[in-house]
């Protein structure tokens, strides 16, 4: 056996040097292996009703989104299991377990940020494999950076309401009791609120709003949490302009609202979708009387947008950050997540401007990756919403009786002078709630043969994890 295995050394040896020889002494080195990215853009609520809505206002009923022209579209089967460690499956989710899902390509339960159903474990994120393999991070988002979206991609909580120092025992809305986070103090071991594990992580850019969950002084500390992010070596910057001109060597937090960012349009007057009004003889009957729609309206501009830096500018920034002098590659998500939270409050123009966001972040991400090979550019949804694009007038209109839809309805002229109605109807309540459906995926030419036509939303943590090798 040992003459056996000084004769395949030897043969191998003799082999590399007939090899060298060969490529003579001039051979160059092999070229370096170019740095891999992911940016993953999220539309939160963003499904295809919500593209269909946007679409037809944005660019008409004949037009095209970016997303539309995306090479490759996918959909994605959403995850959502009851809270306990062999917990049944729930068919409709929220932002924060999904987010985990997408982060840490674990399936756990609503409301818990990037820990385990039942037994309450930390679940390693996708940011911290990238962390820990020297790869940079950041995460942009229009809501607050505490919000449940990116808080998922760096911190770990039982619940998406501990968002501060502030709001961490006992967390009441007019007295109603809405749950807690005692186990997640550091004075019993935890890890704090959201804001402070942002504040001391090691995500290289965080973009957003949420400047007051900042404020809070840190749990055994005498500094707030914004103070703590200082000491953590981050630079803090509050303005468009500060962004635009922030040292790219630098981690960097940028907070540019108390809570979440101001979204681009609103309805007219600030309108929202309404009840139809029906007459006192509908009422007694519903074959009787009369029904009155909403009155039209229009979207138009909302002034305290121009206060904040858009998507589009937060993204750029990012990326400068990111790939500035970078050999070794980066990850990068990116939210729009007023789609969701303006279908919440019934207000579809709010949704419409902000889908428009996350467009020109998808245009700034393709302009990226067209100049910087091995970048992955994904963009989908968390879930479904509420909003549902429904008809103008009745199939059943020609009936001698009122038809009309039984939930809030949003009549909006269209910039092409059409007519749409978008309707609300999940519940009685004051806001809406989130559906079941499966969401797009959609990716650049990277994506072909990587990703299936069909996934389950915990593949999404896969695709990134394998495509930048962690």
């Known amino acids: 056996m040992k003459s056996l295995t000084c004769f395949l050394t030897a043969a191998l040896l003799l082999t590399a040097a007939t090899t060298r020889a060969e490529q003579g002494s001039d051979a160059a080195p092999p070229a370096p292996a170019l740095p891999r990215q992911v940016i993953l853009i999220i539309g939160d609520g963003m499904d295809e009703q ?4 946007a679409r037809n206002y944005l660019r008409g009923a004949g037009g095209e989104l970016l997303l539309d022209r995306m090479p490759l579209r996918a959909a994605v089967h959403i995850e959502t299991i009851e809270d306990s460690v062999d917990g049944q499956p ?4 929220d932002s924060a377990n999904t987010a985990s899902t997408m982060a840490t390509g674990a399936v756990t339960s609503i409301g818990r940020i990037s820990t385990s159903a039942g037994d309450d474990r930390d679940l390693t994120t996708i940011a911290e494999l990238a962390t820990a393999a020297g790869l940079r991070t950041g995460i942009v988002t229009t809501a607050s950076v505490t919000d449940a979206t990116p808080a998922a991609f760096a911190a770990h909580i039982s619940l998406r309401l501990c968002e501060d120092a ?8 007019h007295d109603i009791p809405l749950g807690e986070c005692t186990a997640d103090l550091k004075a019993n071991g935890g890890s704090g609120s959201i804001a402070e594990q942002l504040a001391v992580s090691g995500v290289d850019v965080i973009l957003g709003g949420g400047r007051s969950h900042f404020s809070p002084v840190a749990e055994g500390d005498t500094l707030s949490t914004l103070e703590l992010a200082q000491r953590n070596g981050y630079t803090v910057v509050t303005s468009a302009e500060a962004l635009a001109t922030a040292a790219p060597d630098t981690k960097l937090l940028g907070l540019f609202s108390d809570g979440t960012m101001p ?3 609103q309805g007219e007057n600030g309108r929202e979708a309404e009840h139809p009004q029906r007459s006192w003889l509908n009422h007694l009957h519903p074959y009787l009387g009369s029904v009155t729609l909403p009155t039209p309206m229009r979207c138009e501009p909302n002034p305290a947008f121009a206060s904040v830096p858009t998507l589009r500018q937060m993204t750029d920034a990012a990326l ?3 790939s500035d002098n970078n050999e070794r590659g980066f990850f990068l998500m990116v939210e729009s997540a007023s789609i969701d939270k303006q279908s919440h409050e019934r207000k579809p ?9 996350l467009e020109e ?5 393709l302009d990226f990756a067209a100049t910087h090979p091995n970048t992955l550019v994904m963009v989908t949804a968390d879930h479904a919403q509420a909003a549902q694009l429904t008809p103008d007038e009745s199939l059943f209109a020609q009936f001698p009786i009122p038809v009309f839809t039984p939930g809030k309805v949003a009549r909006i002229i269209t910039p092409e002078g059409g007519q749409m109605a978008v309707n609300y109807g999940t519940n009685n309540f004051v806001m809406e709630e989130h559906t079941g459906a499966a969401v797009p995926l959609f990716s650049n030419d990277e994506g072909l043969g990587r990703i299936p036509p069909f996934i389950r939303q915990s593949g999404i943590f896969t695709l990134s994890r394998d495509y930048l090798g962690l």
Not at 90 to 93: F, G, I, K, N, S
Not at 350 to 357: P, V
């Open 90 to 93: 729930v068919y409709v989710a």
């Open 50 to 53: 919500q593209i269909t809505i």
């Open 166 to 173: 502030a709001t961490m025992v006992d967390i009441r809305y």
């Open 361 to 365: 972040a998808l245009d700034s991400a």
């Open 320 to 322: 400068q950050h990111l």
């Open 263 to 265: 979204v681009r349009l």
């Open 349 to 357: 123009c709010g949704s419409i401007g902000e889908l428009e966001q």
